[in-house]
């Protein structure tokens, strides 16, 4: 079961979107890596993370929050290595 799933969070936006489906099929399935190169934690969304919950706990942290770039046309861009 999903955290969404848990917290029974729609995705269904109620303000219409022109993001394609295959565009949030992409974002929902993509992996995103926090950290350095040397310490990395690889994110899926809506999945549990067992590294993120040792960081946290390890930081004496209940939370945490990930903000990422701006990119509202979701255009591919340069990868550059942490």
Do not use: W
């Amino acid at each position: 079961m999903t955290i969404a799933m848990r917290m029974n969070i729609s995705r269904k936006n109620p303000v219409s979107s022109t993001i394609s489906g295959s565009l949030i099929a992409n974002y929902t399935h993509a992996d995103y890596r926090i950290g350095t190169a040397t310490e990395c934690i690889t994110l899926k969304i809506d999945q549990y993370s067992e590294p993120l919950a040792q960081f946290l706990a390890t930081s004496n942290q209940s939370c945490a929050a990930i903000i990422s770039a701006y990119n509202p046309c979701s255009q591919l861009g340069p990868v550059n290595a942490i």
